[in-house]
T-cell receptor
Framework: DAKTTQPTSMDCAEGRAANLPCNHS???????VYWYRQIHSQGPQYIIH???NNETNEMASLIITEDRKSSTLILPHATLRDTAVYYC?????????FGTGTSLTVIP | NAGVMQNPRHLVRRRGQEARLRCSPM?????VYWYRQLPEEGLKFMVY????????ESGMPKERFSAEFPKEGPSILRIQQVVRGDSAAYFC???????????????FGEGSRLTVL
């Protein structure tokens, strides 16, 4: 079962930063945290992942707390096309549990 | 480099028939995952395969469902004697190995949507 919990839904104004939180207080020390998103009914899209340090790529930034019990995905300038369900997950062995994610709506 | 290819994109079957869903991973990827997504729900892990081996099938229903990833050709998810509850989107993902470790970066196909009448 999923080891992560996320809010069910969030809104964000277009052009603003979207900050999506995730709690993962039970993941072990060597488990990475991954973020994916699913736009409408398309296949999920990988965004970013990290272990301990903060990470940044062309899509987003990932801030992981020092105790690794939570993290935040940051979309610096949200656009309407960022409206999607965002999944925070970790892997246990070979399985990647997606949970129900956060439905982000970017508002014009 | 083509992405993960799934076919058919849409499949309609009557109760009791068989459904075969195919997945061609990205070039160079040796790991394949299958996930099922029921309407308005998240993705549920089904099975994880490497070439010619099933690594983890703990998410597969015990009956009627099977998966394979042969040495040559695509991975196939097979559902026998389909029932209405099998109606869902089935997503395949592939992943590369890096230094012997699954990187965890999954590349998903666009899914196969099964409708059972």
């Amino acid at each position: 079962d999923a080891k992560t919990t996320q809010p069910t839904s969030m809104d964000c104004a277009e052009g603003r930063a979207a900050n999506l939180p995730c709690n993962h207080s039970t993941i072990s020390g060597n488990e990475y945290v991954y973020w994916y998103r699913q736009i409408h009914s398309q296949g999920p899209q990988y965004i970013i992942h990290g272990l301990k340090n903060n990470e940044t790529n062309e899509m987003a930034s990932l801030i992981i707390t020092e105790d690794r019990k939570s993290s935040t995905l940051i979309l610096p300038h949200a656009t309407l096309r960022d409206t999607a369900v965002y999944y925070c997950l970790s892997n246990t062995g070979n399985q990647f549990y997606f949970g129900t994610g956060t439905s982000l709506t970017v508002i014009p | 480099n083509a992405g993960v290819m799934q076919n058919p994109r849409h499949l309609v079957r009557r109760r009791g028939q068989e459904a075969r869903l195919r997945c061609s991973p990205m070039k160079g990827h040796s790991h394949v995952y299958w996930y099922r997504q029921l309407p308005e729900e998240g993705l549920k892990f089904m099975v994880y395969l490497q070439k010619e081996n099933i690594i983890d099938e703990s998410g597969m229903p015990k009956e009627r469902f099977s998966a394979e990833f042969p040495k040559e050709g695509p991975s196939i998810l097979r559902i026998q004697q389909v029932v209405r509850g099998d109606s869902a989107a089935y997503f395949c993902a592939s992943s590369p190995l890096l230094a012997g470790r699954n990187t965890g970066e999954l590349f998903f196909g666009e899914g196969s949507r099964l409708t059972v009448l």
